[in-house]
């Protein structure tokens, strides 16, 4: 069973920035995909960025290109979500996934992705 924990959330100010992040407990972790998605209050979940297990360029949702990036470190087993400029429609819960296999198709597909963080609250206020 892997279990993600995400940290870094909370309460700042519009322009403000965070920066998440999400702990696996697998060690395997460098052989998988990562990504994160968030939700609203009465929204659907929505893709932000995803990552291939290699690294390399990440994958952006239009609506945060430029202003989030994502990295990971295979040695620490730990994904990072930087995100600047915040804004207060960016308020949501953050959740990290992870998903088997070594193809990046569908990233921004929820149901792409196996295994689930329980997510981290991100609130920015005007």
């Known amino acids: 069973q892997v279990q993600l924990i995400e940290s870094g959330g909370g309460l700042v100010q519009a322009g403000d920035s965070l920066r998440l992040s999400c702990a696996a407990s697998r060690r395997t972790f460098s052989s998988y995909a990562m990504g994160w998605f968030r939700q609203a209050p009465g929204k659907e979940r929505e893709f932000v960025a995803a990552i291939a297990w290699s690294g390399g360029t990440p994958y952006y949702a239009d609506s945060v290109k430029g202003q989030f990036t994502l990295s990971r470190d295979n040695a620490k087993n730990t994904v990072y979500l930087q995100m600047n400029s915040l804004k207060p429609e960016d308020t949501a819960i953050y959740y990290c996934?992870?998903?088997?296999?070594?193809?990046?198709?569908?990233?921004?597909?929820?149901?792409?992705?196996?295994?689930w963080g329980q997510g981290t609250q991100v609130t920015v206020s005007s």
């Open positions: 996934a992870m998903r088997t296999g070594y193809s990046m198709s569908y990233y921004f597909q929820a149901n792409s992705y196996t295994y």
